[in-house]
């Protein structure tokens, strides 16, 4: 596989001169992908994508977390895929530059850190213990004392949950 290229363009942001890094990567049974990771300097924009090289149709994969073990499941979302978690009411909604490559325990501590966050700055009581419960069950999740379902739906095809089961 080549190595990574860096282009110079305009940051979508400020209009100052950004980078732009071009990645190759292989991923095991899902093949080769770009990772397009655009940088700007001057205003710290940063925009992150991925873009699978084999045509790929719309996809929905699930996958059932039971045990530890589950966590380590490699996750890869293109900018297009919606996440679901059932168990916690949640679902991450597609948004530009959001693509990424995790494992099942890295997108519920991107789940976790949302929550806080809303939590924080939420002030109706009944939202705020919402959030408790949401925080308590990822732990019990990553404990392996509760199970959950990873849902993930790509009109592109661009997504994958990456395991042997």
Request: proline residues 4%.
């Amino acid at each position: 596989m080549e190595e990574q290229k860096r282009l110079k363009e305009r940051c979508p942001v400020c209009g100052w001169e950004s980078d732009l890094r071009i990645t190759p990567y292989e991923v095991p049974y899902f093949g080769e992908i770009l990772i397009f990771t655009a940088f700007c300097e001057r205003c710290k924009y940063r925009s992150t994508d991925v873009l699978v090289l084999s045509e790929r149709k719309k996809k929905r994969y699930e996958f059932k977390v039971r045990r530890c073990e589950d966590l380590n499941v490699r996750v890869v979302r293109s900018s297009f895929g919606r996440i679901e978690i059932p168990e916690l009411g949640v679902s991450v909604e597609p948004r530009r530059g959001e693509a990424f490559i995790s494992t099942v325990e890295g997108v519920l501590e991107r789940v976790r850190r949302v929550v806080e966050m809303l939590a924080a700055s939420e002030e109706e009581h009944a939202k705020k213990e919402r959030a408790k419960e949401i925080l308590r069950k990822i732990e019990e999740i990553k404990d392996g004392k509760e199970c959950m379902t990873l849902i993930i739906e790509d009109p592109t095809g661009n997504s994958a949950i990456i395991n042997e089961r």
